[in-house]
């Protein structure tokens, strides 16, 4: 039908067959105007060269399929052929047309040089071409382009609009393309697949599920149905699940649904590519699998425009057809010429590009050429490749490349994880490359790992051609391969790693934990980290690197290690835990954590904990607070530190084991307050020519180790709280005006090896301590060189019964106006002699005697001892120089000390305490004692008290007579008798008392011995009025003694025994009465109920007997005034003290001294006091004075009162 406007309807229940030779057409519907088809029954077109089941023509053109509609031109139609080809439905409106192919409606295109389901073609300016599918085309074709739908909009400005809601179906048989939608516009052109629709396109050639073209507008593919394309074509054929193409405009594509592509050459499963710009979106639901020779998930290309790719759902770029080496799979790939190209995954989002048979796989690839290229991951990427030797396979996680402008970032999120996996092909989990004038920066918070088993893995990686270079971690980075790097950054500007998470490096002969390098003028190369990096290099020959930064330009190298980081390294031949190079410049290395390094191959391997090179600059360590630095392993060079030929500096507060290396240079190593050196390694420290230094105020071990200085004026000083600890420890200084000063400590453990060498023009100065103790007499020290030195102290071990002591060796002079104090340490035993001399030092040069002084005896209590040791310093020297001068110790004993001196005097004082309470019959009666005549009873109390000074004396059997001997004595007490006056003048009586004594020593002398005793005895007299009087009395008493110095307190027990027989007779001259007096008393003081306990002795007290004569006389009157009789009453004495000596011994199972005190000698004493009686009752009071022998004014006095019935 034809006319100005034509409009054709078949119903449901028509049928229309058209068969022609070249051409031919169910239903043809033109106009000059509008042309409208409508097909509800079934339309079925043969021809032998063209055979169309609707062509429509005009101006507009709108054609709606509800039923069938078949063109057939192949071998297999009822009009046989092999030239013709097919079209379901052909509209061509000028200013617009519209298909649709509704649910019930079925077109179906089979034509053997090709096939179209649905054709429509637009021609004028800003027309519209329509397709709307909701129900099954297919289109088959053999030698020809199969298309289920395809569009033309050649007008400027038009728009093209196809949408699938049902199922499309494209077969092309041989090399020909076949689209499932072909959709041209000049302007905008938009294609949609909706959910549940079906799009599928196979050819031996070329094969695209969705192509949208804009030559001038905006391509747009929307997919939320499926999409599957396969193409077995070999020869440079291509298959696109959906491809997006702007000419001049921008592409997008947005994908909910499936897209799966299949090829045996270039696979695609989305493109977007647009002059402006270029934009893919797979959402959460959706699927992208593409699967050939070159693989690729999603690729968004733009030349002047931005590239955006997001992915929320799964893609997979593999090959899996043949056992032949692939060219490449990408699970995503974006790439920009001049604009920004970002790619994001988000934490739902799966990416892989796996790879079977060589190749290279990369998860996401984005470049830009003169903008930014960002790639951002919070799901999961991963490349992946199995490959041979043959075939070798490199496979990348995540890259982002750019060849200017802003730079090249790569960033993977907390939650998500980057992989690369190959066996003979190199493997890079993450990598940012910027080689023009951007910076390239990796950040990792999640994880990230490479693996390859015979090529170089590298975690993250970093380049700059122009400027700065950054890796950035804060999650997992692992690297394992036959060379590994955790992370690297080598950047023109400045080359940094910053790791806050943990690094792994893996790698059987060379594996880097991080790397940071920098190449340009006034560079840096930097390393920070603050958690874990560790290398790990597992062949023998390996070699493994924990943290480098290299500089090889102008500029620093860097390396921070916070107090929270540790790096360590393990590897065969080479272990270094942090390497830092500088070629023109300064390398500085901070460390507040822990660094070590570990060789375990064969003999012959080095470790170093920290390596640092340069010789422009100042190479600086600084180890903080906290910080570890540990070099080691068995039959290897180990070294802590190493230096270069230029100036090394190192500042120690935290520990350091190992050796250090410091090569030429005026290099610097102070040890600060709460630094440890342990200098403990397989070789020797050595500080290398030049003007060197040490300088320690912290703690130094050198242990089967030494420290050398080479040839130049090297210092080394030990500061005032600076200690050195030698075990098997040398310090040595070669050539020069060196010098080596103690100011601090230094500890000598054992005999061997334990030296200090200045040089042969050096010296050796000690203002501090040099230290032997150990409680063994088994050190020595060795000075090599002059030794000097004005306030320093030498303190040792001795051993009086070996007769050892520790030594000091010095192979040269000793400067004239050195002193140097020894302190001793005493073995825990007692000196066997009172003199012992026991060689301590000696010097091969010149010397004087009073370089040695003697100082403090340590290890020894002297109060608790007993005895005074006097302790000097003896020399032998030689001064022809033929023998070396010889110092010893002398150990002396000159006496008992203040604790041995009261203790030794404890008898004499007990004897002077029972003494007192003896007195004489009138100190103790009193006046008139019995009563008046006709008394039968009497009872009294007494209470009495004396005080005065001792002098005794003393004699040591076999040792000095030093010591504070001289005492006063106080005493004082009561006691309390009952009295029986029997037949013929005979009284008897009982006492009881209580008494305590305080002896304190005279002269200087610090010691106090307490008594408290308790006392029992009786007493019998025969007196007879004015005559004759006999009076015989006894006492016993037991006391507590507490014997106090400065030692403390020795608590003991003292018996004391007391006889004495006195008498007289009374006569009187006028009112005096006279009474001449004769009384002797016996006083036996039993020994100590124990020894005295010292610290290593005991001291052992004799008791002793005293025996005490008087003669005198007394003279006495009595006054009546009223009732009260007054007896005043005085006396004279001549007393005489004999024996009174105490022996004691201070000793143990080495050795015994002793000796003995007394008091015998004559003395004065005179008595004076007054009676007051009245009735029964009597009161005396009375006073004594003694003088004379060993006794210096002692002054007593008592009172007594009675009472008589």
Known sequence: AYGATTNVTNTATGTVTAYGHSWSAGIEAGATGAATVTNDGAVSSYSYHAAYGIYAYGDTVTVTNNGDVTAMSDNSAPVFSTLGVATGIYAYGASGATVTNSATGAIHADGYYGATGVNVVVANPGAVATVSNAGVITAYGYLGVTTGISTAVTGTGGTSVVTNSGDISVISHNKYNAYGVNAFADGDSTVTNAAGASIYAYSYGSA??????????????????????????????????????????????????????????????????????????????????????????????????????????????????????????????????????????????NIDAT??????????????????????NYGHIGASTVDTLATPASAVGAAAFTGGGDGANVGNAVSGDITATSVYGNAFGARANASGGGNATVQ???????????????????????????????????????????????????????????????????????????????????????????????????????????????????????????INATGGILA???????????????????????????????????????????????????????????????????????????????????????????????????????????????????????????????????????????????????????????????????????????????????????????????????????GFTNE???????????????????????????????????????????????????????????????????????????GTIYGYNYPLNFIDLGFTIGSNINTANTASDVFSVNLDVNGLNDTGAIAALTAQGAANFMNTQMGTFRQRLGVNPYGDAGKVMSAYVRYYSTSGDVTPGHLANNFGQGGHFNFDQ?????????????????????????????????????????????????????????????????????????????AGTLANRIHTNSVSLEGGYEFKVGNINIVPQLQYTWTQVDELERPYHGQYVDLSLGGGHYNRGRIGVDFNTQIESGDFRWTPYGSLNWVHNSRGTSDYVISNSYSSFSGSTWVSGSAVLAEFGVGIEKGGWGVTLGGNWTDGGKFDSMFGGQVNVRYSW
């Open 208 to 349: 695209y599920g969705v192509l949208s073209t804009s030559f001038n507008g905006h391509s747009v593919i929307t997919n939320a149905g499926d999409i599957a394309v396969k193409s077995m074509g070999v020869l440079q054929k291509y298959s696109y699940g959906a491809l997006a193409f702007g000419v001049n405009g921008d592409a997008s594509v947005s994908n909910t649904g499936n897209i799966s592509v299949h090829s045996k050459y270039y696979s695609t499963g989305i493109m977007a590519s647009g002059l402006t710009g270029a934009t893919v979106t797979n959402g959460a639901t959706g699927s992208v699998v593409a699967d050939g020779w070159k693989a690729t998930g999603i690729y968004a290309v733009s030349a002047n425009g931005d590239v955006s790719v997001g992915n929320a759902g799964d893609i997979l770029a593999t090959y899996t057809y043949a056992p032949a080496a692939a060219k490449s799979a990408y699970g995503v790939k974006a790439v920009s010429t001049n604009g920004d190209v970002l790619v994001t995954n988000a934490a739902t989002g």
């Open 355 to 376: 790879l079977l048979y060589g190749g290279l796989a990369v998860g996401v690839f984005g470049y830009s050429g003169a903008g930014s290229a960002t790639v951002y």
């Open 444 to 566: 990792n918070f999640g994880d990230i790992s490479a693996t390859s088993t015979y090529a170089t893995a590298i975690g993250a990686l970093s380049q700059s051609a122009l400027a700065d270079a950054v890796v950035i971690n804060a999650g997992g980075l692992n690297a394992t391969g036959m060379v590994s790097y955790g992370a690297s950054a080598m950047g023109y500007g400045m080359g940094a790693v910053v790791n806050n998470g943990s690094v792994v490096s893996l790698g059987d002969a060379i594996a880097v934990g991080v790397y940071a390098a920098s190449y340009g003028l006034d560079s840096l190369a930097y390393v920070s980290n603050t958690n874990s990096v560790y290398s790990h290099a597992g062949l023998s020959a390996g070699m493994s690197i924990a943290a480098s930064a290299n500089n090889t330009n102008t500029g620093n190298a860097v390396v921070l290690n916070s107090a929270t980081g540790t």
């Open 576 to 774: 270094i835990g942090v390497s830092a190079h500088a070629n023109d410049g300064d390398v500085t290395v901070t460390n507040a954590g822990a660094i070590h390094a570990q060789a375990y191959g064969s003999p012959g391997a080095v470790a170093i904990a920290v390596a640092m090179s340069g010789t422009a600059g100042t190479n600086t360590l600084n180890n903080l607070a906290g910080g570890v630095i540990q070099a080691y392993g068995a039959n290897t060079y180990a070294y802590a530190v190493t230096g270069d030929d230029g100036v090394d500096v190192i500042n120690n507060a935290g520990t350091i084991t190992g050796d250090v290396l410091t090569y030429a240079g005026d290099d610097k190593f102070n040890n600060l307050a709460g630094g440890i050196w342990n200098v403990a390694g397989t070789m020797q420290t050595d500080f290398g020519d030049d003007d060197d230094s040490l300088s320690n105020s912290g703690t130094i071990w050198i242990t089967n180790g030494s420290i050398g200085f080479g040839n130049g004026d090297d210092t080394a000083t030990n500061n005032a709280n600076g200690l050195i600890n030698l075990s098997n420890g040398l310090i040595h200084m070669d050539a020069g005006t060196n010098t080596f000063t103690n100011a601090g400590k230094i500890n000598v453990l054992g005999h061997v090896g334990n030296t200090i060498d200045a040089g042969a023009a050096g010296t050796v100065f000690n203002n501090g301590l040099i230290e032997m103790n150990t």
């Open 780 to 854: 020595a020290l060795t000075v090599a060189s002059t030794f000097g030195g004005t306030t320093g102290h030498l303190s040792i071990d001795v051993h009086q019964v070996g007769l050892t002591a520790d030594h000091l060796f010095v192979n040269g002079n000793v400067l004239a106006n050195t002193k140097q104090t020894v302190d001793i340490n005493l073995a825990p035993v007692f000196p066997l002699t009172a003199h012992t001399s026991i060689p301590f030092a000696w010097v091969t040069g010149t010397s004087a005697a009073g370089n040695f002084v003697p």
């Open 970 to 1046: 106080s005493t004082w007490g009561y006691e309390v008798g009952v009295n029986a006056n029997l037949m013929s003048n005979l009284h008897v009586g009982v006492v009881l008392g209580n008494a305590d004594s305080r002896q304190r020593l005279n002269d200087g002398g610090v010691g106090t011995n307490r008594m408290d005793g308790m006392t029992f005895g009786g007493y019998m007299t025969w007196y007879v009025p004015s005559g004759w009087y006999l009076d015989l009395t006894a006492r016993k008493m037991a006391a507590d003694v507490y014997s106090t110095s400065v």
